[in-house]
């Protein structure tokens, strides 16, 4: 049973760490040399692009180059946020050679714009929205970013939003959970368990994966020493092999 449990907890690879091509505070090269200190098997490079981004084509050379030097299969990703409910997304033309795009709800994205949380909140206020079209707009905009998606897609820290403006994670229905779980299976989306924002909640991420959507784990890093580190997913990823036998 203990040596059942450590195979389990093992969580060797991180989808999704940041460097100084955006806000990160290491070099890619520094990210893969701690990756690499810890064995893992997997790196997501990711960084923050927006629709000026101008970088991407010179990321990804470096990435490249990277991928020369190690055994770490390297994934290289942009993080873009939703702009909107019908799938807009705040990407550049150009993401030749981008392996995934990691789409983010670091706004709510509502009918035809994105919402920040205190803006969200005045709303719920004034009873103008509740929860369940709050849960219901997230919802269809992340199907609808997944379908519009020019590159296959990560969910990116999926629900994040939802506490900052004051909504249990819970609140995402069963039904919720099929439409969510069949546009990332039809559209080869992976949903992260992602530490620094302890995000989708547990039972999302159990939700999904009896749906079949694969399942990452990310630090979500922007500091070398968080790379790698789990204590939270770690928890997820037991929960997850006890329910799923995976
Ligand atoms: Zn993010
Ligand atoms: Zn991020």
Not at 233 to 240: H, Q
Request: with cysteine; charged share 25%.
């Amino acid at each position: 049973m203990t040596i059942t449990h450590s195979h389990a907890a093992r969580i060797d690879e991180d989808l999704h760490v940041h460097s100084t091509w955006s806000d990160g505070r290491a070099t890619i090269e520094e990210n893969l040399a701690i990756a690499e200190s810890l064995g893992l098997r997997r790196l997501g490079l990711v960084d923050h692009v927006r629709h000026d981004t101008t970088w991407v084509p010179k990321f990804v050379r470096a990435v490249d180059a990277l991928r020369k030097t190690t055994d770490i299969e390297l994934i290289c990703g942009v993080e873009t946020r939703m702009l909107d409910e019908y799938g807009a997304m705040d990407l550049p033309q150009d993401l030749g050679g981008v392996d995934r795009v990691y789409i983010a709800d670091h706004r709510l994205p509502f009918a035809d714009k994105c919402l920040t949380p205190k803006e969200v909140r005045a709303l719920s206020r004034s009873n103008a929205v509740t929860t369940p079209d709050i849960v219901a707009a997230l919802v269809r905009a992340s199907i609808a970013s997944m379908r519009r998606s020019p590159l296959p897609a990560v969910l990116a820290h999926w629900g994040s939003i939802l506490p900052k403006i004051d909504i249990d994670p819970h609140s995402v229905t069963e039904s919720q959970l099929d439409r969510l779980a069949e546009a990332a299976v039809e559209t080869g989306t992976w949903v992260e368990v992602d530490e620094r924002w302890q995000a989708p909640c547990s039972a999302t991420v159990l939700g999904l994966a009896k749906r079949g959507v694969p399942i990452v784990f990310s630090s979500d890093a922007h500091r070398a020493p968080s790379i790698g580190q789990f204590p939270w997913a770690t928890t997820v990823k037991v929960n997850l092999a006890l329910q799923c036998g995976s």
